[in-house]
C-alpha cells in the first residue's frame, strides 16, 4: 500500500483531501511541484511552480491546491515531466495535454514560449490516440495506441532519432530502425531515448557518453540503435535513470547499463558500462525496476514482495542492492531519491480508519463470527453466508434456492484442493489473490466454473508473473483448456520466444498429441522455425 503523505509536499493537505487523492505526482529540480486527481477524476496542483509548470496560468506559487479544468472529468492514463519542468499528461480517450518550460519546442506546439496553461497536442496530422508519455530534461515523447513512438524537443544529442541535432518543434515520428515495429514502451533518461518493441527487443538513441544506451561504444546515436547484447532475450519492462538504464526480462532476470558513479547499476562497484550486464542473478525472480532521469537511484521489487534499492540513496553510493523494509518501489523514491520525486504516476489507497473492505478482510475465516464452514481436504473454512451472497452469483443461487447446502452449517467440497479453495474464498473478502502460479491454475478453473470473470483476469496475471521455461507449457495448456484467450496469447508468445529450451522440458513431452501438433502448426505460421 503506498502512503502518498511519505512525500513532505503532501503534508500540506488535510485528513480529507488526503482521501480524495487517486492518482499523484510530485516532481521538479527539488521535489517541489505536486499534481493529484481525485477519485472524481478532479486535477489539483500546488508547489513552486517553476517555469508555470503547475499550469495555473500563471507563474505564482502555491501551498493551497489550486484545480485545473482541462480535463472536464476524463481519466488520467499517463503523465511525465522534465527537469525545465514541462509536463505532459494523456487521457485514456487518447488525447495529449502539455505545459511549463518550452526553451527547446518539448511542448510541440512549433514555439518556444513559455505554456502558462494545459494545451493539447496533435502527436501527427492524423490525430493518433496516446497511451504513454515520458519526459527527457528538455525532450518529450509518445507511444500510440498502434505501436508508434513520436519525439520533439530538444536535440543536441540526437534524442529526437531524427537523423540530425536539429531541435524539433513538432512532434515526428522515429522511424528508422523501428519503422514497421510495434513498440510498447518508452523511456527517456537525460539527453537519451528508449523504446521497447512488442518482441521484447530494446533500441535506444541520444547521448551516449556514459553507455547508457548499451550499444557496446559511448558514441551519441543520432537514430534508433537496437540493443544487440540482448539478443535472445524478451525484455517487458525498461527504465531509465539520468545517465543509466535497467531492463527485465520476461522471466524476471535484470540487466542494467550506463553511468555507475553512484552504483546505480546495481554491480558492486562504480564502473561504467558500455553494453546490459546481469545483476541480482542470486535473488528471487524480480517482477518490477523503477528508475527517473531526474534521480540516479534504482529499485526492484521481488515476486515475493521484497524492495531493493541501490545508487544514490539520500547523499550514500550504495553499489549494490539493498534488502529494504518497503513494500513499494515508490517508497524508495519518496524517502531515499535526491530529490524526492515520483518515478511514475502514482495510485494509492488510504489508512487511518477501518474501512468495509478492511473489516471484511479480518472476518475471513473467523470462527468467532462465522456461520457457515467449508470442509475441504478436511480442513475447515469459515466464512459468512451474507458475505458470500453479496460477492457471487454462484453463493447468492445456492443459497437462495432449494438447494440442500441451504440447509447445512457445514458444506463439503471435493472438486477444489484447500489451498485453491481458501484463496477464492479469501477473494471474496479482500479482492486479493496469493498463490503461486501452479495453483493459480487450479483457481482459474474454479474461477471459470463459477463465472468469476474478474478473478480469471487476476488468476492470468499470477500466471503471467510467474511464467518460466519449465512451467510455460504447462500454462499454456491451462490457458486453452480453460479458454483464457489472453493468457493463451501471452503463454504462446513465451513458449515461441525460448522455443529450444522450452522443447526441452517435460511438459512438452507430456502434453496430448492433438494440442503438440496445433502448437507446431501456429509457431510454424509465426515463423518459429526460421533459420
Not at 514560449?113 to 497536442?121: H, R, W
Not at 535513470?241 to 553511468?259: F, K, R
Not at 484442493?417 to 479482492?431: A, E, I, K, N
Amino acid at each position: 500500500m503506498v502512503d502518498v503523505s511519505k512525500w513532505p509536499l503532501f503534508s500540506l493537505l488535510s485528513t480529507e483531501e488526503l482521501a480524495t487523492v487517486r492518482q499523484a505526482c510530485v516532481f521538479g529540480n527539488s521535489a517541489n511541484e505536486a499534481i493529484y486527481i481525485t477519485h472524481a477524476n478532479e486535477v489539483f496542483v500546488f508547489g513552486l511552480n517553476c517555469s508555470s509548470c503547475l499550469g495555473t496560468g500563471d507563474s505564482l506559487s502555491t501551498v493551497v491546491p489550486k484545480k485545473l479544468d482541462f480535463l472536464r472529468g476524463k481519466k488520467v492514463a499517463g503523465l511525465s515531466y522534465g527537469s525545465g519542468p514541462h509536463v505532459l499528461l494523456a487521457t485514456e480517450d487518447g488525447q495529449l495535454f502539455a505545459w511549463g518550460h518550452n526553451g527547446y519546442s518539448q511542448l510541440g506546439n512549433g514555439t518556444t514560449t513559455q505554456g502558462l496553461s494545459p494545451l493539447p497536442v496533435a502527436t501527427n496530422p492524423q490525430n493518433k490516440k496516446v497511451r504513454e508519455v515520458a519526459c527527457g530534461s528538455h525532450h518529450s515523447m509518445a507511444l500510440t495506441l498502434d505501436g508508434e513512438v513520436f519525439a520533439w524537443g530538444y536535440n543536441n544529442c540526437g534524442q529526437i532519432g531524427s537523423g540530425s541535432t536539429a531541435n524539433q518543434p513538432h512532434p515526428r515520428k522515429v522511424t528508422g530502425s523501428l519503422q514497421g515495429r510495434t513498440a510498447v514502451g518508452i523511456t527517456c533518461g537525460q539527453t537519451s531515448s528508449m523504446a521497447l518493441i512488442d518482441n521484447g527487443e530494446v533500441y535506444g538513441w541520444g547521448y551516449n557518453g556514459n553507455g547508457q544506451l548499451g550499444i557496446g561504444n559511448n558514441g551519441n546515436q543520432l537514430t534508433p540503435c537496437r540493443l544487440t547484447a540482448l539478443q535472445g532475450l524478451c525484455m517487458q519492462q525498461v527504465v531509465s535513470g539520468n545517465s543509466h538504464c535497467l531492463a527485465l526480462t520476461d522471466e524476471g532476470l535484470l540487466y542494467s547499463w550506463g553511468a555507475n558513479t553512484y552504483g546505480q547499476l546495481g554491480t558492486g562497484n562504480k564502473s561504467n558500462h558500455l553494453s546490459p550486464v546481469l545483476i541480482m542473478a542470486d535473488k528471487e525472480r524480480i517482477v518490477e525496476v523503477a528508475a527517473c532521469h531526474s534521480t540516479h537511484t534504482s529499485a526492484a521489487k521481488t515476486q515475493s514482495g521484497q524492495v531493493y534499492m541501490w545508487g544514490q540513496c539520500r547523499g550514500q553510493s550504495i553499489a549494490m542492492p539493498h534488502l529494504t523494509h518497503f513494500t513499494t518501489t515508490d517508497d524508495v523514491f519518496a524517502c531515499f531519491a535526491t530529490p524526492s520525486v515520483m518515478w511514475r504516476l502514482m495510485s494509492m489507497e488510504h489508512d487511518g480508519f477501518t474501512t468495509v473492505a478492511e473489516a471484511l478482510r479480518k472476518e475471513f475465516d473467523s470462527p468467532e463470527t462465522a456461520d457457515l464452514k467449508f470442509s475441504v481436504d478436511g480442513k475447515c473454512i469459515h466464512v459468512h453466508k451474507a458475505v458470500l451472497k453479496i460477492r457471487c452469483e454462484h453463493f447468492r443461487s445456492m443459497f437462495r434456492s432449494q438447494w440442500t447446502e441451504d440447509q447445512q452449517d457445514v458444506i463439503e467440497i471435493g472438486q477444489f484442493s484447500y489451498p485453491v479453495y481458501r484463496s477464492f474464498l479469501q477473494f471474496l473478502y479482500t479482492d486479493a489473490v496469493d498463490l503461486p502460479p501452479e495453483d493459480a491454475i487450479g483457481l482459474l478453473d474454479l474461477a471459470t466454473s463459477y463465472c468469476e470473470n474478474r478473478l480469471k483476469r487476476l488468476c492470468q496475471q499470477i500466471i503471467k508473473r510467474g511464467i518460466n521455461v519449465e512451467n510455460a507449457f504447462t500454462l499454456l495448456s491451462a490457458a486453452i483448456r480453460y479458454d483464457a484467450e489472453d493468457l493463451e496469447v501471452f503463454c504462446f508468445r513465451f513458449c515461441v520466444n525460448h522455443l529450444t529450451r522450452v522443447t526441452q522440458t517435460e511438459a512438452f513431452w507430456q502434453v496430448d498429441g492433438a494440442m503438440l501438433k496445433e502448437f507446431i502448426s501456429k509457431a510454424s505460421r509465426c515463423g518459429a522455425f526460421k533459420n
